[in-house]
């Protein structure tokens, strides 16, 4: 791993705010993609352009399927954000509550001066672009004057006078420069995270994993895989199936999870068929293989009197005659 990563302890806290499965450290939003291939959605505005809903910031969204595959891989456990923050906040003496505050103001100085130095940048950029076309103005005055002189050296002096010198004039970055004045001002930051000041919320035993759609067993089996799985909503399925990083690779399948035994509307595979197709994708279904009954095994999966073997998938692509 290069040595400009950050780290990221295992497991870490996923935070459950009504219901919904959120990060909001970008360190650990980045090492879930670089380690585990969960890309999950961001759903947060930016600060900067908060009106727009293209480009998209933090908190980080998990689907219930990538959460529940991290906490059953140990990488992380779920945390009521709610109770975590009050105990936290209950817990937090003066002190602390003192060098947080300090921290933010020092990292608001910094934020400023930064800005402050880029301005400044911009505007010695803007007034030596205004001295150079100047110096070119002045130079093509006096390239003409001269050549007038010359022409007339012998007539009588001209009704209108040369243009003074203007040299003598100051120069605009001088003027502007000594009527520039700079400012600065700290920043209010806004932490994207409350850790710290405070402590890493511990485990909670009270808290059930993660409830999952009856697709899970397809999600979890592309996943073992090695592909990167996003939401399909956009392409009417349940997942869109990368074989890397979605920030490098297309799609290769639009992917619905299913059951054995469950009766398919044969529309439904066409019209996904020729959806996948129109798009350069392949229409995937899957689900898990359920053999006959078992007699040896007591404890049947879900009480259903099947057992699950493995999960086999099947992939449509429409041909036109």
Same mark, same amino acid.
């Given at each position: ?16 705010i ?11 939003i ?29 908190p ?10 991290l ?19 209950r ?10 505050l ?5 990292e ?12 400044d ?47 003598s ?26 850790y710290?000041?405070?402590p ?9 994993l993660?409830?999952v ?9 592309l ?30 399948? #639009?992917?619905? !999870?299913?059951q %054995?035994d &469950? +009766? ?8 996904? @068929? ?10 995937l ?14 404890? #049947?999966?879900? !009480?259903r009197? %099947?057992? &699950? +073997? ?7 692509e429409? @041909?036109?005659?």
């Open positions: 791993m290069p040595p400009n990563l950050p780290t990221v302890t295992e497991p870490f806290p996923i935070s459950l009504h219901n919904r499965y959120l990060l909001f450290s970008i360190d650990k980045t090492y879930i993609r670089r380690v585990h291939h969960i890309t999950g959605v961001l759903i947060g505005s930016i600060p900067q352009i908060p009106q727009q809903n293209v480009f998209l910031g933090i980080l969204e998990l689907m219930p399927e990538e959460a529940r595959l906490v059953g891989s140990g990488a992380a456990y779920i945390v009521d954000d709610v109770q975590a923050h009050k105990e936290g906040l817990g937090l003496r003066g002190d602390e509550r003192v060098e947080y300090r921290g933010l103001e020092a608001g100085k910094k934020a400023a001066r930064l800005t402050q130095a880029k301005k940048e911009r505007t010695e950029k803007a007034l030596k672009r205004i001295e150079e076309k100047k110096t070119a103005f002045d130079s093509a005055t006096e390239a003409r004057d001269g050549s007038q002189s010359q022409e007339d050296e012998n007539s009588e002096e001209s009704l209108f006078a040369p243009a003074p010198n203007r040299a004039s100051p120069a605009p970055s001088q003027t502007l420069s000594t009527t520039f004045t700079s400012s600065i001002s700290t920043y209010a930051i806004t932490p994207t995270t409350s710290p000041p405070l890493t919320p511990p485990r909670s035993p009270a808290i059930p993660p409830e759609p009856a697709s899970y067993p397809l999600f979890a089996h996943h073992a895989n090695g592909y990167f799985i996003s939401p399909g909503l956009r392409f009417g399925c349940q997942y869109l199936v990368y074989p890397g990083d979605p920030l490098r690779f297309h799609s290769h399948f #639009l992917a619905t !999870g299913t %054995w &469950e +009766e398919i509307d044969l529309l439904d595979l066409v019209g996904g @068929g020729r959806l996948g197709t129109g798009v350069k994708k392949g229409f279904i899957g689900g898990v293989e359920k053999k006959g009954k078992s007699e040896d095994d007591e404890v #049947l999966e879900e !009480g009197g %099947w057992k &699950e +073997e493995r999960v086999r998938t099947f992939c449509i429409w @041909g036109g005659m």
